[in-house]
Each structure stands twice: as C-alpha cells, then as structure tokens.
C-alpha cells in the first residue's frame, strides 16, 4: 500500500539538525527530513492520541504502525526553490549559580576576594534551519510505500498526523495530513550507497524495535542509534535566484501619479527643477523602452511614430516642436515648509495609459541628484516610492475651489519685468499673470490682485537642450514669492510662469478661502 503525506511549514522555516551533529560543524542541515525523525515523532504523538480517547495504550496497535513505518520506503518532493537560511547564533540560560564562579581574584600576597552574584550562566546555541516558500509551493511531499498499510493503520497514522504541531525544534510549526488526491512526482531519492552531491539522512531497519525507536536522545552516545542506519539522498536540482517582477495594475481614469521623496540631504528649493527635470529624463527612457522593447532609449535614436506615441509626456512632436495647448505632462514638487516630501506627475488633457504609468513606475527606481552638473552630481541624491491611489490628492488638485492661492514654489516671470533696473509697466508681474491666466481659461481674470509675501530668491531654471545650446548664458532667474487674490473662487492645480511644468509657480490654495469670494 503507497500513502502520500502532505507537510507545510506555514511560517516558512524548518529548524533541525542532524542526529548527533554539532549545531556550530553542521554544514548542510538535516535536508530532506529524516524518516528516522518523522518515525519518533509519529510515536510520541500516538500516546498522546490515546491519552486523549481512551486512555488505554493498544500496544500491539503501535507495534504494527511502527513495523509499517519501518518497512517502508521513503522518497520525497521537496520544493525547488527552498533555501538553506544563515544561522540565529543566541545565548540561552544555563545553571544557576555564582558569577563569576571562584570569589578570589589574584595569587599570593595579592590575592583578594571578589563580590559574586546569584545568576544564571549563559550558553551560546546556534540555530540552523531551511527557508521553503509558503503556500502549495512550500509543501513536502512524503511517499511511503510498504505491503504492511492497511486502512486501520493509515487512519491511526492519520490521527498522529493531526497532532504534530511542530517537527525538528519547536520553532518549525507545521502541518501534516495524508494526501488523497494529486500530488507530484518525488524528485529526491534516498540510495544505499553514495553518490555525488549527496547527503546523509537517518533512517530506521526494518528490525528496529520500540525501544529503539522511543530511546531518549541524551541517553544515545552513538552517531547512529540503534535501530537506524545511513542512507543518502541527492538533492533536486535547484533553479538560480532571481527578483520575482512586481505586478504592474494600471489606474482607470488616472491624472495625477504622486511619489514619495526620501532623502538624507533635503533638496534646496533653488534646485526644485533640476530633481524634476532628471526625473522626466527617466520616465521618457523607460516608455521609450516600453513601447520598443529595450531597443531604444534615446528620443532621437527613435523612430517617428515612436516619437508620436511619446509626444504627450515629452511635450513635443516627432520633429521636436512644443505641443499646443497644454497637452503635455507636468512634474511638480510638493513642499511642505521648507522640505520636498513629494513628486507630482500630472496632466490635464488626458488620462495616462497603462505604457505611461508603468514607466512612471519604473522610473522610480532611479536615483536622482538635485546638484547641477559637476563633480558632486553623484553626492546629492533622493530615492522615490510610487504612493497608491488611497494618498489622497494635496491640496489644488483636489478640484476644491478657492479665491486666495499663495506660492508654494518661486513665481518666475516668463518675460523680463525691469529694464535697466525700472518696472515696466506692460510686463509688470500682475499683467503678465493676468496673460498666462487669461490663456489658461482661468475665470475672473480681471479681479486678481499679485501681492509679495516674502523677498525674492534665485532658482534655476529648466532650458530645453535646443535653446540652451544657442545662449551665451543659462543661470538662475529671480523668483518672487506672491499671493493671488481673485473675486470668485478658482479650481487648481495652479502653475503659472516659466518652467511651471517643472515645478516652479506652483500656487496653492489658502484652506479659508475654500468656495468663497474675496470681497
């Protein structure tokens, strides 16, 4: 009769060691378990069954089930991918008594006694065990095959089953059933003789008696107790490691994507535009990578119709000229204080694909610097983490109307507003908000009011290559840091001024001024 036994380790850990082995000289750990192991533990758990019902111990009941589970043949499949785990080496309480034990200190003329305390000594103890997946790729698979089974046996094996909680040390919680339905094919044998690659494990003989099999583990000097003998088994091929890919899930209706900063430096907020505009590099060569497979990485290594696909996140078409209306993709800075704690990546005209968000994704495996371009590039760097859907959005893109929005970014204006160090008055900052709103289609244009809240400050700028490449001279342009009043409440995000699809210009709403005017 052939019986298949199902064990899992639900916390995913099976700790043992070999019969007689020394925990710190064990080099391979008792993998597969040893039939010898199962065998006791079987028994053990057979008094305890008896003691549960009857009371009354059937002796020639345990000596059939044990002949049965020493005649049998034992073959196993154990899961591939299980792993051999790095020992847990922990001092464990020993005897009670005096520490330090001897109460003199130094010999002859210089000897003198010392103070003692009651306490208990301390052992080192190293703890080996196996990792194996959880789930039903986790599970052992015992076949045991002998002609002395018979259905009263297996259902006695079947309540011993039941009772084992745990098997090797009391750390590996498991399960055991007798399995009647599919199971797989054994791919570990157990061999009377060596083989490479092979390892030991303990066995009962056919003979052995009770005695034998319910001796005291202290009790045995011998490598090999009576009533056991060595066999070995060659372990299954194991596949190489590797990262399982995480399962991209793309968002219905989706225009706004928020990313955790994390940092050991805090980004300047001059250098708001340099994190960002890295940050759109990458996104656009890893959906260049989505949509050719790896091949390119490049804008202009692409092909057109690649360009085209791309056009929305890059803001340009397939010859290299700016969209029209707004139709781009925007990478913002979320700052509270004076800290970054967030990257926004937002567009207004269409939701983002499943190709768009995957690279959104993908991108945040980068790390970024905020430095400009020079040796300390690689000094200065931030980490992001995609957040889910359950952030709600910060305030301004949560469609909540509001009359007062302050900078939460430096307002740089697109034109210069002084000539020769006098205002114009064309140019002036509040007729060129009014402009940029007016194009926007933000409503009550003509009510707004500009006001100064703090002094201006120097930020850099973002120049497409094209025009940076025709300047004498890029650097930073002076930021003003402003409130906007209107006479009926306006819905955000509100971005005003250059490079505000780079984060800067970034107003946000004051939370008083939520749905009402300002009078």
Avoid at 143 to 157: I, K, M, Y
Avoid at 253 to 268: F, H, K, S, T, Y
Avoid at 366 to 388: F, N
Avoid at 459 to 471: D, G, K, S, T
């Amino acid at each position: 009769m052939r019986l298949v036994l199902r064990q899992s380790f639900p916390l995913g850990r099976f700790h043992a060691t070999p019969w007689r082995v020394n925990p710190f000289d064990d080099p391979f750990g008792e993998w597969p378990p040893s039939p010898w192991r199962f065998i006791r533990a079987v028994i053990a758990r057979w008094y305890q069954w008896r003691r549960e019902t009857s009371g009354a111990f059937n002796v020639a009941e345990l000596d059939e089930l044990a002949s049965a589970l020493c005649d049998s043949s034992y073959r196993f499949h154990l899961p591939v991918h299980a792993r051999r785990g790095s020992p847990i080496r922990q001092y464990h309480p020993v005897e009670f008594g005096w520490e330090p034990a001897n109460k003199w200190k130094g010999k002859g003329k210089d000897r003198r006694p010392i103070s003692q305390m009651r306490a208990y000594g301390t052992s080192l103890v190293q703890d080996n065990y196996w990792c194996v997946p959880r789930g039903e790729e986790g599970a052992i698979w015992w076949f045991l095959e002998s002609e002395q089974w018979t259905p009263p046996l297996a259902e006695a094996l079947d309540r011993c089953l039941e009772r084992i909680v745990y098997f090797g040390r009391a750390e590996s919680l498991t399960s055991f059933h007798r399995a009647d339905g599919h199971a797989p094919k054994p791919n570990c044998e157990l061999f009377e003789r060596q083989v490479p690659n092979s390892v030991r494990v303990l066995v009962p003989e056919r003979d052995a008696t009770r005695a034998d099999l319910e001796c005291v583990t202290e009790a045995v000097t011998r490598n090999v107790p009576l009533g056991a003998r060595v066999m070995y088994a060659e372990r299954p091929y194991r596949p190489p490691g590797r990262e399982e890919p995480a399962r991209f899930l793309a968002r219905a209706d989706c225009r706004l994507m928020q990313l955790a900063i994390g940092w050991n430096v805090p980004p300047e907020p001059r250098a708001v535009v340099r994190l960002t505009a890295r940050y759109r590099s990458a996104v656009v060569g890893e959906l260049l990578g989505i949509k050719t497979g790896n091949r390119v990485r490049n804008w202009s290594a692409a092909e057109s119709s690649v360009r085209t696909a791309i056009a929305d996140m890059l803001g340009k078409d397939a010859k290299g000229q700016k969209l029209n209306g707004h139709r781009h993709t925007e990478f913002l800075a979320w700052w509270e204080g004076s800290l970054p704690t967030r990257l926004l990546v937002w567009r207004e005209a269409r939701p983002f694909d499943a190709d768009e968000q995957e690279a959104v994704q993908r991108a945040a495996v980068h790390e970024l610097s905020w430095s400009a371009a020079g040796p300390d590039t690689d000094a200065w760097k931030v980490r992001l983490i995609p957040l889910d859907a359950a952030v709600p959005p910060p305030p301004g893109f949560d469609s909540a109307p509001a009359a007062v929005w302050e900078s939460l970014t430096p307002y740089v204006p697109v034109r210069h507003h002084l000539r020769n160090g006098k205002p114009r008055d064309t140019e002036s900052l509040e007729n060129q908000i009014r402009r940029e709103l007016g194009r926007r289609g933000v409503l009550g244009v003509e009510q707004v009011e500009v006001r100064e809240i703090h002094q201006p400050t120097w930020v850099a700028v973002h120049i497409p290559r094209r025009e940076a490449a025709a300047r004498a001279f890029v650097g930073d342009r002076r930021g003003y840091w402003l409130r906007l009043k209107f006479h009926q409440p306006v819905v955000g995000p509100l971005r005003l001024g250059h490079s505000s699809s780079f984060g800067l210009g970034l107003f946000v709403p004051l939370p008083e001024s939520y749905g009402d005017s300002v009078r």
